[in-house]
């Protein structure tokens, strides 16, 4: 069995700046402050660090009632900015057919690893209809450091299945050299694809197993899945 963790933004989708955008306008609602993620990197990152970065340059303290509350507006605001029309916003090539054929295959789990929240992933899942792929997942409620979700992941797993699963049967797939930097200390599999906004120079940089420009190829995708 191999298990397969899946970012979110740039990987499996573009949100069309969904995200960023809800972001600003729950720290506007909540905190009073306009644009507040604007000049933030939030690629690869884990949601309760971005914030953390936005209080920070605001002086505003961590107050963990407020950062719920801000959840949950964003969450709301989320919800209306993925259902507004962006060409912007649409799964990665090759993404739907890849999900499907690697489903099929009885051998393989796919889950999420992501910075998002989970909700927050949830609705981006959602609205594209691919949610139902995924078996499992990591997410920044888990652990707010990247590098911490891929113990979860397999904590996750082995409650799911009654058994553990070695390091080189897990693959972290993502478009980020952040993605790959999370998954080595774990020796798990690293899998980079150049669909978010990242070129493969920048990914190859961390030394992944292998980078892919884009899924479209599924077929060739699928086969490195079910023999490397």
């Known amino acids: 069995m191999k298990l397969l963790l899946f970012d979110i933004d740039g990987t499996l989708l573009m949100s069309g700046g969904a995200g960023r955008t809800s972001m600003n306008r729950a720290f506007a609602h909540v905190y009073g402050f306009e644009n507040g993620f604007q000049n933030v990197s939030m690629m690869g990152r884990t949601d309760p660090l971005i914030v953390k ?73 959602r609205h594209f209809q691919i949610e139902h792929y995924f078996k499992l997942g990591a997410y920044a409620d888990d652990a707010a450091e990247r590098v911490k979700l891929v113990p979860v992941a397999l904590k996750k797993f082995e409650i799911l299945y009654g058994q553990s699963i070695p390091s080189h049967d897990v693959y972290v797939i993502g478009d980020t050299p952040l993605d790959i930097m999370a998954a080595r200390p774990h020796k798990a599999q690293t899998v980079g694809v150049a669909t978010g906004y990242h070129n493969i120079e920048s ?24 023999t490397s």
């Not at 420009?213 to 086969?223: I, L, R, T």
């Open 203 to 226: 990914i190859q940089q961390e030394n992944p197993d292998i980078v892919f420009e884009n899924f479209k190829d599924v077929e060739k995708v699928a086969q490195y899945f079910r």
């Open 53 to 125: 970065e936005v209080l920070k340059k605001h002086t505003i303290p961590w107050e963990s009632n407020r950062i719920r509350t801000f959840q949950q507006v964003y969450y709301q605001y989320l919800e209306q900015e993925l259902a507004a029309p962006v060409p912007e916003k649409f799964l990665c090539p090759g993404i739907a057919d890849l999900l499907e054929i690697l489903s099929a295959d009885t051998e393989m789990v796919l889950g999420i690893l992501t910075g998002n929240w989970e909700r927050g992933a949830y609705l981006k899942l």
